[in-house]
Every structure is written in structure tokens, then in C-alpha cells.
């Protein structure tokens, strides 16, 4: 294999150990209570102002009677409240119950015109819409948190986060894009050739959006496996506009890689590495792609610095790939940030931070997520830190993603938060390693157990009803309808047993690359891309000419998340040493990692 020459030594790699998870200890006062967090290993701290212990029984009990529609028994336990902050919670649930009460235009008013600022006020707002009289005052519309006060950091992000064009597309030039870009989609290459070789098509769209459609050209006809073609239109660009158009010098170092000549596409690769405005997943892949290229060129004085600049981006593919080749130990932390008396305070002094922990302390952690979520509008980067501590702290694994991927362009996320560890399992237990699982759902739905896609795709696992129907009645397992794949232990059930289902075929035979490739294109995709695609026996540019580019992204992600939750879980990575080492990565079962969590059987 190719990528067996950029191995540093066999004992540089066995000399990487992976950090295990050290725990977080709180430091209290007296003026803190300590109350065990729902599902970790950690304590939450609560101001003493909060809940009093009889609050604190009295609304449990009120939740539990009115999950049965109990509401006699509710309304006698309701009168001894001192402390009413979590009644908006407490007559949503009774207002919206599915089948045990039916709620009147007026209650739909009151609540609005009491809660507006609750986070399930749209659902109020749109059902009182729909039960309203002709002829009544419509309810308060829901009130939405406003900011005023970001910081300069976080317009410093924003900006990082944008990468403009040097030329904006005029009206005149987005027809022509339009044309081009359909024919590109519906794989009509010679269409838009055809209307690329127009001289007025020049004139009209000018140097750079030219070469932007020539690179997009010769992208499909990468993808095609027509090479030569590849490199004339996505080269041309590249030398025209390749500082503004790095993804041109990219197509045309795969193009060149796959016609063996390595030397040209190393410059290339390079040159995508080190263009202005290449992202950092392009940038990471091409630095990764020139020391493969340098090296086996004869060139390996060449790679180090290479291999450096893609290990800058270590939650990336390559990223990870070239930080093992360093020889250097995945850099992630896990500690989790502490959840200290300032945060507890700071979340206190807003209505939905004070209404959060009240529904912390009695373990209503999705509704104690839905107020936090609400109050992160406000992108104060002290406030979403204190947040993220009490996230990290009590499994709200969505929101934890959600705040990291705000906070992590400042140098403020947390690898926890990134890459959470929820309290879900499969109905069944676990027969598949919940890393692989988790780095599934964290591609699939980042953990929302209500995510839906436009395609139909449910849950967590984001499984198509009609998969997860084949599933369930091929293992025998009671199908009732697409909404129990919103129920997140079912979910996961029938996930895991799909991924098994992959793994078992014939044609897939534990590959990683394959189940994946399988799991987000179809098997018959992937049987498709394996017979037409020249991908030369490389388990790399196997992934790089896929043509579906949803696919490709989903991999690498994907198997990046594994990696990332076996180091977690303080596991082995031997699917990273099998690519590193050349090899095509098998599916290597390890157990659940620290903290082995046994099957319900």
C-alpha cells in the first residue's frame, strides 16, 4: 500500500497512549446545597435560594400526578407551593397533555399572557391561534431573548467563521450560474461544457466565477473517472484563480494522484494547503495528501511540516490521521469544566437560568435543557460558559454540542461538551460499542431525539421508517409505527442492530469505510461507487472519489467520531492504526469502554 510509506516506525505508533477520564471534584460553601445529577458521576450545586426541599417534593409529585391526569390530586399539592417559578412548566404539561385533557382557548391565553418567555411558547401560541374565537383578542405572542451583549470576541468568531469571495456575483452573472450548475447536478457535463466554451460566457462571469464553474467541471469529471479532462479544467483554473479557488488545486492533486503521477500532485495539494481562503477541513486533507505525496516521491524531508499543519485541525480526519503519524498523543481533554458557586449564581439572576436549575433539582433535565437552550440566545460567551458547565454536567448532550461549536472558534469549548456521553442504550442493551453508536448519532441528529429531515429520516439514529420497519420485523422486534423511532432507547435498538446488519453483509465484511458508505448512500450506491470508481485499492481515494459528496463528508466524520469517543472511552483505536499503517479499517469490537455498561437481558 501507498500509505504504508508514510509510516514513521511501527514502535512510534505502539508508543501512544491514550489518556483515560480523571473526575471532576466540586468545592461547596455554605452557601451552596449539593444535589446528585440524573445520570453522571457528578454533583450540581444550587443556590440555597432556590427550591425549598418541601417546593422541591411538592413539584415532583405535581409532574408524576399529571402524567396520569390525576388532576384533583395536582391541583390540593399546587395549593402548598410557596415558590411558583416552575408553574408555566406545570400547566404546559397539563395544557398540551396528549390525551388526558383538553385545554380552552382562554387557558391558552392566560398562559401566553403569564409564560410568553417559556420555551414552549410557540406550541401554546400556535395552538391558541387554531382555538381561538371569532372575534377574541388574539394571546401575547412569545417573547424571544434579545442580546446586546456580544463581545468583540464573538464578532472576531463570526468573522473566522465567514471566508468571502474576493467578487460577488452580480444579477447578471446568476442566471448563467444557475445553467451551469443544474447541468453539473443532473450530470449533464457536456451541457456545461457547451456553455462554458461560449465566449459571452467568459465576458459575462468574468476570471474568477469562470474558473469557479471550470473547477466544478472538472470536479465531475473526477468523479466521472475521466482524469485528464479533470485536470485540464479544474488546472486551468488553479492557475488563474487557485489563491481565491483552493478546492481547484485539490480536484487536480487527486486527478494527478490517480494517474500516478505523484510529483504534480504534491505541488497541487500543497498549493490547496496554503490558499488564503482554504477551510480547515481542506486545508488539513491537502497538507495530509502532499506529505503522502512528498514521501512517496522520495521527498520525506518534505512532510513533517505538512503533517503539522493538518494536525492543526484535530477533530478532523486527516487532522487525526496525521497527529498519530507525528507520533504525538491525541490532544483531547475530558475533565469536565467545574460547575462553580459563580455559574450556579449567574444562571440564578435570568428567569430561565433560575427556572433551569429548579427543574435540575427535581431531575427535569429536558425541560431544565429547553430554558438553557432559550437563554444561550443571548451569546453572552461568559454566560454560554456557564452554561456549558451545567450542559456538561447533566447529560444534555444536544445543547453541550450546540454551545461547544459556539464557544470552540474563541478557545473556549470543551472536548466534553463536543463529545458528549448520554445516558441512552439501546431497549435491548448494548451488542454494538456505544462509540461507534455515538459517532453515529453525533453525525446523524447531534443528539436531538426529536430530529426529523426533510427526507423522513427519525431519531437519533436518523433511520428511514421504512429501514427500520425491515429491521424490526427481520429480528422479530413489535413495530407499531415511525413515531416510536422519536423514543430513543427503540431508536438506538434499531440502529444497532442495522449497523450489525451492514457489518454482516458479504459485501461489506466489517469494513468501516463500506458500512458507512452503506448506512448514508444505500448498498446499492455503494456497490455502484466500488465497481466504477478507480480508487486503485486505497482506502482513501476510495473515499476522496465518491461521487455523492454528502458520503464522503459523512464518513470521514463519522469515523473521526469514533476515534475521538474511543479516546474518550479510554479504548484502543485500531481502525486508526489500520489506516494509517495503509490498510482498509475493520469494525473491531472492544466493549463499552470505561464504565462497561451491561445488556438488559
Keep these: 500500500m501507498i500509505l504504508k510509506t508514510l509510516v514513521i516506525t511501527a514502535s512510534l505508533i505502539a508508543s501512544m ?5 480523571t473526575s471532576a471534584k466540586m468545592n461547596g460553601n455554605e452557601l451552596v446545597s449539593s444535589i446528585a445529577t440524573p445520570g453522571t458521576n457528578q454533583k450540581l450545586q444550587f443556590p440555597s435560594n432556590l427550591l425549598s426541599e418541601n417546593d422541591a417534593e411538592y413539584y415532583s409529585q405535581i409532574f408524576s400526578l399529571q402524567e396520569k391526569g390525576d388532576w384533583k390530586k395536582a391541583d390540593k399539592i399546587i395549593k402548598k407551593l410557596d415558590d411558583r417559578i416552575l408553574m408555566g412548566h406545570v400547566m404546559f404539561q397539563r395544557y398540551m397533555h396528549p390525551n388526558k385533557y383538553r385545554s380552552t382557548y382562554k387557558e391558552l391565553k392566560n398562559w401566553m399572557a403569564n409564560y410568553a418567555d417559556h420555551p414552549n411558547s410557540k406550541r401554546v401560541y400556535r395552538l391558541a391561534l387554531r382555538r381561538k374565537p371569532k372575534n377574541w383578542r388574539s394571546p401575547i405572542p412569545p417573547q424571544r431573548l434579545k442580546s ?9 468568531a463570526r468573522k473566522l467563521r465567514k471566508r468571502k469571495s474576493p467578487l460577488k456575483a452580480t444579477k447578471k452573472m446568476r442566471p448563467l450560474q444557475r445553467l451551469v450548475k443544474r447541468a453539473l447536478y443532473r450530470g449533464h457535463t457536456l451541457t456545461a461544457k457547451k456553455l462554458l466554451l461560449k465566449q459571452s460566457t467568459i465576458n459575462t462571469l468574468g476570471t474568477f466565477h469562470y474558473d469557479k464553474l471550470a473547477a466544478l467541471l472538472g470536479k465531475s469529471y473526477f468523479f466521472d473517472g475521466r482524469d485528464s479532462w479533470a485536470i485540464e479544467w479544474a488546472g486551468d483554473a488553479a492557475k488563474r484563480s487557485g489563491t481565491f479557488l483552493p478546492e481547484a488545486h485539490w480536484i487536480t492533486g487527486l486527478a494527478y494522484w490517480r494517474q500516478n503521477k505523484k510529483a504534480l500532485a504534491a505541488e497541487h495539494f500543497e498549493l490547496s494547503s496554503t490558499a488564503k481562503n482554504s477551510p480547515p477541513w481542506l486545508s488539513s486533507a491537502a497538507s495530509f495528501w502532499a506529505a503522502r505525496s512528498f514521501m512517496v516521491t522520495g521527498h520525506p524531508e518534505k512532510t513533517t511540516n505538512l503533517l503539522k499543519r493538518a494536525a492543526k ?6 487532522g487525526l490521521l496525521a497527529t498519530r ?3 504525538k498523543p491525541l490532544p483531547f481533554r475530558w475533565d469536565p469544566p467545574k460547575t462553580s458557586n459563580d455559574a450556579i449564581e449567574t444562571l440564578g439572576l435570568h428567569a430561565q437560568g433560575r427556572r433551569a436549575l429548579g427543574l435540575l433539582q427535581i431531575g427535569r433535565v429536558q425541560l431544565a435543557e429547553s430554558e438553557l437552550r432559550l437563554l444561550g440566545q443571548l451569546n453572552n460567551t461568559k454566560l454560554m460558559q456557564h452554561i456549558l458547565s451545567v450542559t456538561a454536567a447533566n447529560g444534555m448532550a444536544s445543547l453541550a454540542i450546540d454551545l461547544d461549536l459556539k464557544l470552540s472558534p474563541l478557545g473556549l469549548g470543551y472536548d466534553g461538551a463536543a463529545y ?5 442504550r439501546p431497549a435491548n442493551g448494548f451488542h454494538v460499542d456505544r462509540a461507534l453508536i455515538y459517532a453515529l448519532i453525533r453525525q446523524e441528529s447531534r443528539f436531538k431525539p426529536k430530529a ?3 427526507a423522513g429520516a427519525r431519531g437519533l439514529m436518523q433511520l428511514m421508517p421504512r429501514t427500520a420497519r425491515f429491521v424490526a420485523r427481520a429480528q422479530g422486534v413489535p413495530w407499531h409505527s415511525s413515531r416510536s423511532l422519536y423514543i430513543p432507547e427503540k431508536n438506538l435498538q434499531l440502529g ?5 446488519t451492514l457489518l454482516n453483509d458479504p459485501k461489506i465484511k466489517g469494513s468501516l ?25 486505497d482506502s482513501l481515494l476510495f473515499i476522496e472519489s465518491i461521487p455523492s459528496r454528502e458520503t464522503r463528508d459523512f464518513i470521514e466524520k463519522v469515523i473521526s467520531n469514533l476515534w475521538i469517543y474511543r479516546h474518550r472511552l479510554a479504548q484502543p483505536l485500531p481502525s486508526l492504526d489500520e489506516v494509517v499503517a495503509g490498510e482498509w479499517p475493520l469494525y473491531t469490537p472492544l466493549g463499552q469502554g470505561l464504565g462497561e455498561i451491561a445488556t438488559n437481558e
Excluded: C
Design 313 to 318: 485541525y484535530n477533530r478532523t480526519f486527516y
Design 325 to 327: 503519524l507525528l507520533g
Design 17 to 21: 497512549l491514550l489518556s483515560g477520564q
Design 496 to 500: 444497532q442492530q442495522y449497523i450489525e
Design 513 to 537: 469505510f463500506f458500512m458507512l458508505a452503506a448506512w448514508n448512500g444505500g448498498p446499492g450506491n455503494l456497490n455502484k461507487w466500488r465497481k466504477k470508481t478507480d480508487y486503485q485499492n
Design 420 to 424: 458528549p456521553v448520554p445516558v441512552w
Design 148 to 156: 446586546g451583549m456580544e463581545s468583540g470576541q464573538e464578532d472576531l
Design 452 to 454: 426529523k429531515s426533510r
